[in-house]
């Protein structure tokens, strides 16, 4: 069974400029979560899709960001204008179900820096 | 609001010792309990998951231990070789299966 896709797995980019993320979870996993890792800390949830509604976004600095997740499958977190403390790692996780018994599998992340 | 915490922060042994890795939280109110694995410039691996209803999970050489009244878990390591150097980072699974980290122990195996 092939694992959650992220890409791109670097991006740098200057500060005020945009980024954007794309995640392609497991098949058939109907839940997608969006982390953020900054250095030296565990992940931070982002926001929580449930098939391609929202369930969880009380984290997601909306002033700036943004995650759609088209047709219930791939998803994009987007980042505009960025700032210097986005730079992190940003995961994507998927699992079958958002009932707290199913376990979330993680992908490789992107590594963003912000310069 | 939940906090979870990882001590210590950063561990080195040498290669064949037992180990044992502690997680709190502050809210006994979970429904699980999870122990990721994190290699540098890699995403996790998952490697246990405790059920509230469960006091402990197997897999291995890896143990891992759950007392929601005290607000702990433990994850025990036997014999311990260099591939088991890493990050290991435990999670509370609270409502809508949200996650929350603690900040990880690096634990280094030296041969």
């Known amino acids: 069974e092939a694992g959650v896709a992220q890409s791109p797995r670097y991006k740098i980019i200057e500060k005020r400029q945009s980024v954007a993320f794309w995640c392609n979870p497991i098949?058939?996993?109907?839940?997608l979560y969006w982390y953020q890792q900054i250095l030296g800390q565990g992940p931070k949830l982002l926001i929580q899709?449930?098939?391609?509604?929202?369930?969880?976004d009380s984290q997601l600095p909306k002033d700036r960001f943004s995650a759609e997740r088209l047709k219930g499958v791939d998803s994009t977190l987007k980042i505009q204008p960025a700032k210097l403390e986005d730079s992190a790692v940003y995961l994507c996780?998927?699992?079958?179900?958002?009932?707290?018994?199913?376990?979330?599998?993680f992908g490789p992340g992107t590594r963003l820096t912000v310069t | 609001k939940q906090e979870v915490t990882q001590i210590p922060a950063a561990l080195s042994v040498p290669e064949g010792e037992n180990l044992v890795l502690n997680c709190s939280f502050t809210?006994?109110?979970?429904?699980?309990l999870q122990w990721f694995r994190q290699d540098p410039g890699k995403g996790l691996t998952s490697l246990l998951l405790?059920?509230?209803?469960?006091r402990e999970q197997t897999s291995g050489r890896l143990n891992a231990s759950l007392d929601k009244s005290s607000g702990r878990s433990t994850l025990y390591i036997a014999a311990s070789q260099p591939g088991d150097s890493a990050t290991y980072l435990c999670?509370?699974?609270?409502?809508?299966?949200?996650?929350?980290f603690g900040t990880g122990t690096r634990l280094t195996v030296i041969p």
């Open positions: 999670a509370v699974i609270r409502g809508a299966n949200n996650l929350f």
């Open positions: 405790i059920q509230s209803s469960q």
């Open positions: 899709f449930q098939n391609n509604g929202v369930v969880d």
């Open positions: 996780a998927s699992s079958p179900e958002g009932t707290g018994s199913y376990e979330q599998y």
């Open positions: 098949s058939g996993h109907a839940t």
């Open positions: 809210d006994s109110a979970i429904y699980n």
